[in-house]
């Protein structure tokens, strides 16, 4: 590769499970404009220089596994706040790789010019909570968040939005909002957050989950506005 995929903190070589129907590698690029309270992945929101991934190794992988592996998914952190990505994804494309991006959606600009083969749009609360509740640094959040969603909108069968349901972060009400806002997509997902290993916020550990009928309640509220929703872990 003539450019370098830099700010990788955590690379799972190989994976069946993370870009539907494509067995992939996945990319966890370093750093994040929002602190979810909830986000199982703290090493690598502030992982340093010491702990990066050798730019050349993921260059030497992907050229020598093209062909035998499909896709690539750029995950975090949060992949869009890199600027390598735009020299480095129309050279993962011409190696035959098809890109994934798993997204806050804080960036939409950058989703636009990085145009994934398929898009995961995580909408994490009600977008006007998310100064108080994620500490989002942009005082255009909504505007922000409603252009992303309308990325996934356009991208019908390859975007699917995900929801994370954490303790204090969503409910009936915030949920209807969200199903608001994403009117129309085709597809999204409600996951559980993780307890285990490390959280941002080590206080969530303390938390009481959502119940499975809470979750089948939301589920029940966002099916009115998606072509589908699934409840992550479900059949
Ligand atoms: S959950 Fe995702 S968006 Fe939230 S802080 Fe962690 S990496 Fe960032």
Redesign the pocket.
């Known amino acids: 590769m003539r450019n370098s995929i830099t700010g990788v903190a955590g690379w799972q070589k190989n994976s069946f499970i993370d870009f539907p129907g494509t067995v992939s590698t996945v990319l966890f690029f370093s750093g ?1 404009n ?3 309270p909830y ?1 199982h ?1 703290p090493e690598i ?1 502030t992982a340093g220089p010491s702990l990066l991934v050798r730019p050349d190794d993921i260059a030497s992988f992907l050229e020598k596994r093209k062909g035998l592996i499909e896709g690539v998914v750029l995950s ?3 992949p869009t706040l890199h600027a390598c990505l735009a020299a480095a994804v129309p050279e993962i494309k011409e190696l035959g790789y098809r890109v994934k991006l798993d997204t ?1 959606g804080l960036l939409p600009e950058v989703i636009r010019s990085i145009s994934p083969d398929y898009l995961a749009l ?1 909408v994490k609360t009600a977008p006007r909570l998310y100064g108080r509740l ?1 500490s989002s640094p942009y005082a255009d959040t909504e505007q922000r968040i409603a252009s992303s969603v309308e990325i996934v909108r356009t991208m019908g069968e390859s975007a699917e939005i995900r929801i994370t349901v954490a303790p204090g972060i969503v409910n009936r009400e915030i949920i209807r909002e969200i199903g608001e806002l994403v009117n129309g997509v085709k597809k999204a997902f409600l996951q559980p957050m993780k307890k285990k290993g490390k959280l ?1 916020d080590p206080a969530m550990m303390e938390k009481n989950p959502v119940s499975e009928e809470e979750i089948a309640a939301y589920r029940d509220i966002l099916a009115e506005y998606v072509g589908e929703c699934k409840i992550r872990g479900e059949s």
Request: charged share 15%; with cysteine; hydrophobic share 35%.
């Open positions: 994040c929002l602190a979810c986000c992945n929101v975090g952190g949060e806050n995580d994620l941002l």
